[in-house]
């Protein structure tokens, strides 16, 4: 959804009506006019699309003021209205470039991106604004458009010379498509701008690597699994993709190929299929086939490869959890527990091991006094700043019975991240069992809020009707 360009837009539609004022007109297209001031200086954007809706339909044969009303439109999420104000306004005056920007911005806020795109391209025949660049750039990406993005994201480098956001996302892009090519953007991104020095490292080496072995489809593997690190799921899969291309045995390009596909809501099973039939006897291949099948829900189709992965990494750690989680989705809790206790054995030290054991025992309510409640102490001890641990020993406190203890923890929880749906889930548990029902349904409420299509969302949706009741 398009965000309300609110201040933009508001200063603008407030420049017109003032432009408009010295016009003699209707008395009720005056009064729009002034409402609609008032409406935009107090970011009421709904009201004013409709009184300059209004002022335009009083109006039809001045495309200015519904240009005006298309605009207000826009911030007020109104995409369809917004679209028809805008053709009218072209073609009553004709195209202007701003307008084809508007036009854009409608229908990408209407869940159009191609035709979008197709308006912004006509206004780039007459203009090169940096926002209407900036707009193309990002649809491109988001297409899978690279080369595009790269030729548009230089045009605005050229007038953005200072600004590193910009030229780390373009150094990015050249690293997916032509790594060689990003390594002098790359190397100012890492002299210049400090807080993304680490990132342009990170990528630098990978190219370096894949350089030195003067192999093309390894460089491309390297830098996908260096994107994978950075969470850039789309340009790792080009990367990776381009390396299978040029060597279709690369096993491991196809298992994290796979992994990237998954991670953006695709069907990753080809590739991570394929990766385990070039290499049966790689721990990485049958460990993403099993991330995989958890992926989709088939805890028993993935504990067989994730098996097989510990039988050939034994001493892994993520592995071992993640058997635990496939048998724990499959309630044989005593597996379970099996696993995830071999996890913290494996690394005794990482607060992430602990984390995913003391959920399991707080979440299934399954030997929480004795061994819950002490891992979840343990996670909390080893990471004082993180928020889900602190969540986790609170729900933990809750299940005992400790309620001060508990509201203590969980308030802590919501101080380290007040954006963390599952604590104030629990919070709002501890409130019903305290039979606090309106704060429990505040808890509740704000739960739902922040997570609506989520797990959490939903246990709090059931726990509003219970409250309720």
């Known amino acids: 959804m398009l965000k309300r360009p609110a201040f933009a837009r508001a200063a603008l539609a407030l ?52 240009y005006q009303a298309g605009l207000v439109e826009i911030s007020a999420q109104r995409f369809d209205a917004a679209i028809q104000h805008l053709l009218a306004a072209a073609a009553l005056d004709g195209w202007t470039p701003a307008g084809r920007v508007a036009l854009g911005d409608a229908y990408l806020g209407l869940g159009d991106p191609a035709a979008a795109r197709r308006h912004w391209e006509l206004a780039l025949q007459q203009t090169a604004d940096e926002g209407l660049l900036a707009r193309l750039a990002a649809n491109y990406e988001a297409e899978g458009r690279y080369a595009e993005a790269i030729n548009v994201l230089t045009q605005l480098a050229a007038t953005r010379p200072d600004d590193p956001d910009l030229a780390y996302r373009l150094a990015l892009l050249k690293a997916a498509v032509t790594p060689p090519e990003a390594v002098a953007r790359l190397e100012l991104v890492a002299q210049l701008y400090p807080p993304l020095a680490l990132n342009a490292r990170m990528l630098l080496d990978a190219i370096a690597a894949g350089q030195a072995e003067k192999n093309e489809a390894y460089t491309f593997g390297r830098v996908g699994f260096a994107l994978i690190q950075l969470k850039e799921w789309p340009l790792a899969e080009a990367a990776l993709a381009r390396a299978v291309s040029l060597n279709p045995d690369y096993a491991d390009a196809y298992a994290y190929l796979g992994l990237a596909q998954d991670r953006q809501g695709k069907d990753g099973r080809e590739a991570a299929e394929r990766a385990v039939a070039l290499a049966h006897d790689s ?68 607060p992430d091991f602990w984390l995913l054991l003391a959920r399991f025992y707080a979440d299934n309510e399954y030997h929480v006094a004795d061994l819950g409640l002490p891992a979840a102490r343990m996670a909390a001890g080893l990471d004082p700043a993180s928020a889900p641990a602190a969540d986790v020993l609170g729900h933990a406190l809750l299940l005992t019975d400790d309620f001060v203890n508990a509201e203590k923890t969980l308030e802590h929880a919501v101080r380290l991240d007040p954006n963390f749906p599952n604590t104030y889930y629990h919070l709002g548990l501890l409130y019903y069992r305290q039979n606090k029902r309106a704060e429990a349904r505040a808890a509740f409420e704000h739960t739902l809020a922040l997570d609506p299509q989520g797990h959490y969302g939903g246990l709090a949706l059931k726990a509003l009707a219970l409250v309720s009741q």
């Not at 008032?38 to 519904?66: C, E, H, I, N």
């Open 15 to 66: 420049v017109a009506l003032a432009c408009l004022r010295l016009q003699p007109l209707p008395s009720a297209v005056a009064d729009d006019f002034r409402a609609a001031q008032t409406a935009l200086a107090q970011q009421k954007y709904d009201l004013a699309a409709d009184v300059l809706a209004d002022a335009a339909a009083r109006l039809p044969y001045v495309g200015f003021v519904a």
């Open 283 to 350: 721990p990485l291949a049958n460990f993403f086939l099993g991330l995989h099948w958890r992926r989709v829900g088939e805890s028993s189709a993935a504990l067989k490869f994730l098996k097989q992965a510990q039988t050939l990494d034994p001493e892994n750690p993520a592995i071992a959890a993640e058997i635990g989680g496939a048998y724990a989705s499959l309630a044989d809790l005593s597996n379970a527990e099996v696993w995830f206790t071999r996890s913290v054995e494996l690394d005794f030290k990482n």
